[in-house]
């Protein structure tokens, strides 16, 4: 089955610098794809869903790269602040059974 | 609007109890989920059900964990007898229908811990 690997699984960086967080999955049948933030005592909040067709996603203050070609899932923070506290999971989807699969997670630090 | 509503918020059993943890996945979802979350394994699958019928349990769990979903809108995960090892947060989820790449959206979860 779907095996998805997620590095790393704790970053710091300081305020203004950039954060990447990286998966890489194992099912080339794969289709689609979710970045999820977890806040401290929280539940997990949806950042990104992106689609297999499109390899470049921008939000706020981020960028998520696809490559399938490599089966390789980022998310950049391209001037973290210390609100991106939080730990980052990686999902990813299209097997027959439709579920996702669900990366370690990382935690990241935004030191001020 | 409301989310997926999950109760308790917290539980604390003893080694050996039976627990009862519920939730309401958000109205018209056709896909509902239950993970365990732990530092140490992340989210691991425990159920999954589609239209209320049981696609997927995780084959680790089946010994003492058992998900039901009487109706659309309820599902409950019992754990019994339960182990310290158990230790953990219970997260619920509900999608419209996840093949479909829809987004999939988590309750607060249930802390519980077994002494």
């Known amino acids: 089955g779907e095996q998805v690997e997620q590095r790393p699984p704790h970053l710091s960086v300081r305020e203004g610098d950039s954060a990447v967080i990286t998966c890489t999955y194992t099912d080339p049948n794969s289709y689609y794809f979710f970045w999820y933030k977890q806040e401290p005592g929280a539940s997990l909040q949806l950042l990104m869903k992106?689609?297999?067709?499109?390899e470049i996603n921008e939000g706020q203050g981020f960028t998520v790269l696809l490559n399938k070609k490599d089966k390789r899932l980022s998310l950049n923070l391209t001037a973290a602040h210390p609100g991106d506290s939080a730990a980052y999971f990686c999902a990813v989807g299209g097997s027959a059974l439709g579920r996702l699969h669900f990366g370690a997670g990382t935690q990241l630090i935004v030191i001020p | 609007d409301a989310g997926v509503t999950q109760t308790p918020r917290h539980e604390v059993a003893e080694k050996g109890q039976t627990i009862i943890l519920k939730c309401e996945p958000v109205s018209g979802h056709n896909d509902l989920f239950w993970y365990r979350q732990t530092k140490i394994q992340g989210l691991e699958l425990l159920s999954y059900?589609?239209?209320?019928?049981?696609?997927?349990d995780g084959g680790a769990f089946k010994d003492r964990f058992k998900a039901e979903m009487l109706n659309s809108s309820f599902s409950t995960l019992k754990i019994q007898p339960t182990e310290p090892k158990d230790s953990a947060v219970y997260l619920c989820a509900s999608s419209l229908a996840v093949d479909k790449n829809t987004e999939v959206f988590f309750g607060k979860g249930t802390r519980l811990t077994v002494v």
């Open positions: 059900f589609r239209s209320k019928s049981l696609m997927e």
């Open positions: 992106v689609f297999s067709s499109t």
